[in-house]
């Protein structure tokens, strides 16, 4: 499949691309039993596994990763969206069924550093007073971290670690974090779980941030 969907254009023609094969496979599997869907998973998983042992991390990806705005990705960066697929998914229906929340913090943590790559994208129009100016970004809870956002020459770039100079700061939980960048949390929700600091120009686009294709 090309980066723009067959006989598509642009992010709007794989966006509908997308939804028609899900909703497709919804259909479809709508006359499964749970046992036939849970080994149909299983199955599908260690298929995924077995082949994702055999790239190389450092290779170019065969398609890049949009969400984080780059016109090609390593390949460890398309693996890791696939892992936040398969986790945001995996919390989105446990949730629905009124399951407890994957065990493993370390899940999340990870999660959240893969997605952490969509906020250089998403400011990608924010042209800062100095160049010099960063913002921090802190998530608490169990998979609790901090990043920094800075602007390199024309462009933004992420990294771990705090910024002593940060011009502005955001804090948030890891729940809310993971459901802001996967676009399961309303505008108003997120305005009330998110506390910004500092330049609060400067930090607002992360409300915008999102590592999924919307």
Same mark, same amino acid.
Do not use: C, K
């Given at each position: 499949?090309? +980066?723009?969907?067959?006989?598509? $254009?642009?992010?709007?023609?794989?966006?509908?691309?997308?939804? @028609?094969?899900?909703?497709?496979?919804?259909?479809?599997? *709508?006359?499964?039993?749970?046992? /036939?869907? $849970?080994?149909?998973?299983?199955?599908?998983?260690?298929?995924? /596994?077995?082949?994702?042992?055999?790239?190389?991390?450092? &290779? *170019?990806?065969?398609?890049?990763?949009?969400?984080?705005?780059?016109? &090609?990705?390593?390949?460890?960066?398309?693996?890791?969206?696939?892992?936040?697929?398969?986790?945001?998914?995996?919390?989105?229906?446990?949730?629905? !069924?009124?399951? !407890?929340?994957?065990?493993?913090?370390?899940?999340?943590?990870?999660?959240?550093?893969?997605?952490?790559?969509?906020?250089?994208?998403?400011?990608?129009?924010?042209? +800062?007073?100095? @160049? *010099?100016?960063? /913002?921090?970004?802190?998530? $608490?809870?169990?998979? =609790?971290?901090?990043?920094?956002?800075?602007?390199?020459?024309?462009?933004?770039?992420? *990294?771990?670690?705090?910024?002593?100079?940060?011009?502005?700061?955001?804090?948030? =939980?890891?729940?809310?974090?993971?459901?802001?960048?996967?676009? &399961?949390?309303?505008?108003? &929700?997120?305005? =009330?779980?998110?506390?910004?600091?500092?330049? =609060?120009?400067?930090?607002?686009?992360?409300?915008?941030?999102?590592? !999924?294709?919307?």
């Amino acid at each position: 499949m090309p +980066p723009s969907g067959p006989g598509g $254009t642009g992010e709007r023609d794989l966006t509908l691309f997308i939804n @028609e094969l899900n909703a497709t496979w919804v259909r479809a599997a *709508d006359r499964f039993s749970a046992r /036939v869907l $849970t080994e149909l998973y299983a199955h599908a998983s260690d298929d995924l /596994v077995a082949f994702i042992e055999t790239l190389d991390p450092l &290779a *170019d990806a065969m398609l890049p990763v949009s969400w984080a705005g780059a016109s &090609a990705s390593p390949q460890w960066l398309d693996i890791g969206r696939e892992f936040t697929e398969i986790w945001h998914h995996g919390s989105q229906v446990r949730e629905a !069924v009124g399951a !407890v929340p994957f065990p493993d913090s370390s899940w999340l943590r990870d999660v959240l550093q893969i997605a952490m790559h969509a906020l250089p994208h998403a400011y990608r129009a924010v042209q +800062p007073p100095r @160049e *010099d100016m960063s /913002v921090v970004v802190r998530i $608490t809870g169990r998979a =609790s971290g901090i990043w920094t956002l800075r602007r390199v020459g024309h462009a933004w770039d992420i *990294d771990e670690g705090a910024s002593s100079t940060g011009a502005a700061t955001v804090a948030m =939980s890891d729940e809310t974090a993971w459901r802001l960048f996967f676009n &399961a949390l309303s505008p108003d &929700a997120a305005q =009330s779980l998110i506390t910004l600091g500092g330049n =609060s120009d400067l930090a607002r686009p992360i409300f915008a941030a999102r590592a !999924v294709i919307v």
